[in-house]
C-alpha cells in the first residue's frame, strides 16, 4: 500500500515538474523574443533576467578573488535600441558609397538586425575587466588575447564560466559563419535555450520586412533564411 502511494507521489511530482518546464518555455511572448516587451530585470548596472542576474552575481564574486572585476559593455538591449544602432552604422557606411547589399554585409558582421538579438532576451552579456587598463575601443578580439588588458579575465571565464552557466556564444571556431568571434558575448544557458527554442517559431522573415529598417528591400527571403542559419544558429553548439 505504501510502495503504490509513493509511486503515485513521485509520479504526480515528475509530471508537475515537466509540466512547469514545458509552461516556461511556452509562456515566453513573442514580444520579449524581439525586445519589444515589458519583462522584468534585475541589477544596478546591467539589465538581466532573475536567474541570470543571481548566477552572474555568484560568478563575479569568485573572479573578484582573482582580482578581476567583471564589468558590463551591454546587457539587455530593446528593439528600440537595436534600431537605433543599425540606422546609425547604415547611415555611416552608405555616406561612404556602400551599396545597400554591401551595407548590410558590412553590419552583420558584428550587429545584428533589430528584433533578432539575442540581448533581447535580457540573458546574454557583453563583459570587459573593469580592474584592466581600458582601451579606446572596448570590444576588440585583440584585447582578450595575448598582452590584451582583458587576457586575464577571457582566461578565467574560460576555466570558469560554464560552472555558472554561461557560455561563449559566437566562438573562435573557423569552420562557424555568421557573427565574427566575440569573446566577450556570453549567454546564460539555462535561460538562453529555451527563449532560443521559442524565437526557431517565429516568422522571421515577417517581423524583419515589417519594420521597414534603412535598406530593408534587400532582406529578401534567400537572405532571411541564411541569416537565421548563420547568425542566429550557428553559434556555440552548447547553446542550441
Known sequence: MTFSFL???FSFLFFS???TSCYAQTSIANEELIGKGQPVFFGKDHKLRKEAHEAFLKMKTEAQKEGIKIGFVSSYRSFKH???IWERKFNRYKALGLSNKENI?????YS?????SR??????????DLNAKQPNNLLQPKNYHGNGPFCKL?????????RFGFYLVYTNNGNRKGFKYEPWHYSYKPLSSLYLKKYKTLNLTKIIQKEQLSGWESFSNTFIKNYLAYHILDINPELL
Open 105 to 109: 554585409k558590412k553590419i552583420i558582421e
Open 112 to 116: 545584428t538586425i533589430p528584433g533578432t
Open 17 to 19: 515538474v515537466l509540466n
Open 7 to 9: 509511486n503515485l507521489f
Open 119 to 128: 540581448h533581447h532576451w535580457g540573458t546574454d552579456i557583453d563583459i570587459i
Open 82 to 84: 537595436q534600431k537605433r
Open 154 to 162: 577571457k582566461n578565467w571565464m574560460d576555466d570558469n564560466a560554464n
